[in-house]
């Protein structure tokens, strides 16, 4: 269970380009939960991910993680609780070591690292299994450096690594977004398949409303730093475009109408 | 034709010796990305804490590298400190080190040079012992310690540690993410990488037989020149120990064209000039080809090459 409690954080305070991009958040993820997130640009959806993984220190509140409070806590710290792909395919892989290097690097994510070897035989035999199912051909380069990857392989990558170790929360900020639509429906039925096998509790930031619609049991909407619906169950179920865009009418007083949201 | 060969093999043994400083140069430089300074500092600190140890301490030649291993791995941790701590560019933090370190070697030894000559060396020890002459003797053992130090990098860069390390310079977010406190990563990257720039000036003091407040002056440029040579004569090779080995070879083929050189008549006062022009060509030479294959590559009709991006 994750929880947010007045969550704030102010960029630039004092300056002419402050920016307050969390106003008070308020959020309680259950176990299971698979929440995707909608909002404009600078709405603070991926500014309340970095936050929840400590990428920056937040000004006030509360983030607890099964009753952990991690608020204080280094980003290091939090990554026994979290898995993480970002928008950027690069960021999740070190392109100048091997898939197996890299893959041994994340099943070792929050434990404690030693003398021992990097990759263990073991090891090797379950890799190959997991990318086995990823259905790309890794499984036969295991020893090639993922900087030969393509950006869809990258990450596809990165998703098998931040679930290789069950995380108590995945983080998935725009994770399909530089793709091309083919690929990006590729690690988008992955990312469902590898939640929904194992009941991750994800938050999921997307800019493609369909997406936000079909995938996850709940839907949360961002404005201006502050969370404005949340909507999970049946009622989520039913919910259209359309409706999400009316939402966003009301939210942003038409400004919206600018916003590449409109392009999803 | 004598003179020459032994002029040759003189310059193989220190290549081989000044090797070791390379492969700690090669630790930040290429596994870390980090341009680090220290390393004229700590090299010079090594010799100093190692002549001044056997002189004055009379101490046994090994334990005294060992011990100039010690501060070596110090220096490196200062310069992290100022590094990951206080967030002062590496190059700086590396700079601020190694100035503090010129007083500091000159506070140890008490002058700006210390003699090595009615003393036991490690090379002398095996000179006594086998009856080979110090020339042979230079680059066998030089040989021996530096395939064992490859050896021993090859083992760590493969630990859970070590490939730690290799992550911090290949994508620090990710490694980051993945539950690793890099700022410790790079703190010991910096302190291994002088631990053995400081072991490689013990030892280069000790076969030169005079510790100098001067002799670690350009060592950075000398371990980067070392590093591009290797990576040109061994562009084929991927297997970590064969690039591990390729920067001590590079470091070899430098001293050997700096013997040759200056045999040509050099004047020896102008060799560091001749260092920084190469290591600069070695550096400016892939852009150039690149922004001239760009040129080259660019059509205005299109396709015309049929080279796309």
């Known amino acids: 269970m994750v929880t947010l409690s007045n969550v704030y954080k102010t960029f630039n305070k004092g300056t002419i380009n402050e920016k307050k991009a969390l106003d008070g958040i308020n959020l309680q993820l259950n176990e299971g939960d698979f929440v995707t997130v909608i909002g404009g640009n600078g709405a603070g959806k991926s500014t309340m991910l970095n936050m929840i993984a400590g990428v920056y220190p937040i000004d006030a509140g509360k983030i607890l993680v099964n009753q952990i409070n991690i608020s204080r806590k280094e980003e290091y710290q939090r990554a026994i609780h979290i898995g993480r792909v970002f928008q950027d395919p690069m960021m999740g892989t070190a392109a100048g070591m091997e898939i197996q290097e890299n893959l041994s690097l994340a099943y070792r994510r929050g434990q404690k690292r030693g003398l021992s070897w990097g990759v263990t035989k073991s090891e090797k035999v379950l890799y190959h299994e997991k990318l086995k199912m990823l259905g790309l051909g890794l499984e036969n ?13 990258r990450q596809a990558l990165t998703l098998l690594m931040a679930t290789l170790v069950e995380p108590k929360l995945l983080l998935l900020d725009e994770h ?11 690690v988008l039925d992955l990312t469902e398949k590898l939640v929904s096998e194992s009941k991750l509790t994800t938050l999921m930031v997307t800019h493609n409303m369909k997406d936000a619609l079909r995938l996850g049991n709940r839907l949360i909407m961002m404005h201006e730093g502050k969370i404005i619906y949340d909507v999970s169950g049946e009622e989520k179920q039913k919910l259209q475009v359309s409706d999400l865009l009316k939402k966003f009418e009301e939210a942003s007083h038409g400004s919206f109408a600018n916003d590449r949201m409109l392009l999803a | 034709m004598n003179g020459l060969l ?16 390379v492969l700690g140069v090669y630790i930040t430089y290429k596994l870390l990305n980090i341009a680090d300074l220290t390393v004229d500092g700590s090299f010079a600190l090594g010799g100093c804490v190692c002549a001044t140890l056997i002189v004055s ?19 490196g941790a200062i310069t992290g400190f100022l590094h990951t701590i206080f967030e002062i560019p590496a190059i700086l933090a590396g700079i601020l080190t190694q100035i503090a370190l010129w007083s500091i070697n000159l506070r140890i030894m008490g002058k700006s040079n ?8 490690i090379f002398s020890k095996v000179v006594n012992f086998l009856g080979m002459k110090q020339m042979h003797v230079t680059l066998i053992l030089g040989v021996l ?4 130090i490859i050896a021993i990098l ?10 730690v390390l290799r992550a911090t310079g290949n994508n ?19 302190m291994l990488s002088n631990g053995l720039v400081a072991l490689s000036g013990g030892i280069v003091a000790q076969s030169q037989k005079y510790a100098d407040i001067g002799m670690g002056t350009g060592a950075i440029v000398i371990g980067l020149a070392a590093i591009v040579i290797g990576d040109v004569i061994f562009r084929k090779v991927r297997n970590f120990a064969g690039i591990l080995t390729s920067a001590v070879v590079g470091s070899v083929v430098y001293f050997v064209i700096r013997a040759l050189v200056l045999r040509l008549g050099m004047n020896a006062n102008d060799m560091k000039l001749f260092s920084a022009v190469f290591v600069a060509l070695a550096l400016c030479i892939p852009v150039l080809i690149r922004k001239y294959k760009q040129r080259r590559d660019y059509s205005e009709g299109g396709e015309k090459n049929g080279n796309t991006i």
């Open chain 1, 141 to 153: 380069r295991m020893s090639s450096k993922v900087g030969l990857l393509s950006g869809g392989q």
């Open chain 2, 114 to 121: 210390v003699p090595l000559l009615k003393v036991d060396t």
């Open chain 2, 172 to 190: 620090e977010n990710m490694i980051r993410a993945l539950g690793v406190n890099t700022k410790k990563s790079k703190m010991v990257a910096l």
């Open chain 2, 6 to 21: 032994v002029s040759l093999e003189g310059a193989i043994s220190q290549g081989v010796l000044w090797g070791i400083m």
């Open chain 2, 57 to 75: 301490g009379q101490m046994n030649p090994i334990l005294a590298l060992f011990i100039a291993t010690l501060a070596g791995l110090l220096a």
């Open chain 2, 154 to 163: 090859y083992w760590f860069f493969g630990t859970e540690i070590g490939s």
């Open chain 1, 176 to 186: 399909t977004a530089a793709l091309d639509p083919k690929t990006a429906k590729t």
């Open chain 2, 145 to 148: 310690i530096v395939l064992a």
